[in-house]
């Protein structure tokens, strides 16, 4: 069986995040850029899965900028076997329509029994790109799963909805995502971060897809305005003369906060 596990370099969560206010994209060199933490944890999965069985191959598959490389490793530190990755200067802004339609290509490339990836990327957070994906590669998709399942021909997990628990199963070849709900990441070890360097790492452009998308030419989504943050204002103070309660209560009424 083999595992593709899409991963993705994003700012750091505890850093700054800013955007660039002319082209209204993220602003990647304002922070320390990581492995985002939903990515590590759907590559989690994979290995935890290939540990406890035989004839398992994990490959991690992203679409990042060339000096993404040193963080994409990271992947093969953790365990996985190998690593793609689809840089190209005519992705630049690219959106999620023309991501989906290149980590298809890449997923196609490396070939798949099963696609992981995890249910929203803490910078875009738009959380449609699994669905897509799996539409365009033509396989069932298995979303926002909380808790996975893996046999020889099916992947099943479940899925908290607002009326409870739902169970959902679905053939392989198949796409599913994950959320935080499945458990952290193992940290790379040494004997890990020195095998990392001897793995194969594969860098391909649109080229080697055979993917054709201008995204200059025929963008997608459009962005309409961007601006920055308005600073934050200060608070209504309440100061305690004895009606501290009353004053509390018409605020939080007044605010429709009861």
């Known amino acids: 069986m083999k595992i593709v596990v899409l991963v993705k370099e994003v700012p750091d969560t505890y850093g700054d995040r800013k955007l660039d206010l002319e082209t209204g994209l993220a602003d990647r060199g304002a922070s320390e850029r990581v492995l985002d933490e939903i ?3 759907a590559l989690e999965v994979a290995l935890s899965y290939a540990d406890a069985h035989d004839g398992v191959e994990v490959a991690v598959v992203s679409m990042a900028a060339e000096a993404s490389a040193a963080t994409i ?3 093969l530190a953790m365990g996985a076997a190998t690593a793609l990755q689809v840089t190209d200067d005519a992705l630049a802004g690219a959106d999620l329509g023309v991501t989906a339609k290149v980590l298809a290509a890449a997923a196609r490339r490396v070939g798949f029994d099963l696609v992981i990836t995890g249910n929203l990327s803490t910078d875009g957070t738009a959380g449609v790109l699994p669905a ?4 365009h590669l033509g396989v069932p998709q298995a979303t926002a799963l909380s808790s996975v399942e893996i046999t020889d021909t099916a992947v099943s997990g479940t899925r908290a909805t607002d009326a409870g628990t739902a169970r959902v199963t679905a053939p392989l070849p198949a ?3 994950i959320t935080e709900a499945l458990p952290d990441a193992r940290f790379p070890n040494f004997k890990g971060i020195m095998a990392a360097k001897k793995k194969p790492f594969e860098t391909v452009s649109l080229a080697d897809l055979g993917v054709d998308v201008d995204v200059s030419a025929a963008p997608q989504t459009i962005l309409t305005a961007v601006s920055e943050r308005p600073p934050r204002g200060a608070g ?4 305690d003369e004895g009606d501290a309660g ?3 209560a018409a605020y939080l009424i007044e605010n429709r906060l009861v």
């Not at 897509?132 to 539409?135: G, I, Q, V």
């Not at 209504?236 to 100061?239: A, I, L």
């Open 73 to 75: 490793r990271k992947g």
């Open 39 to 41: 990515g590590e944890r």
């Open 132 to 135: 897509m994906l799996a539409e």
């Open 246 to 248: 009353e004053k509390l």
């Open 236 to 239: 209504v103070k309440v100061v």
């Open 175 to 177: 796409v599913i995502s």
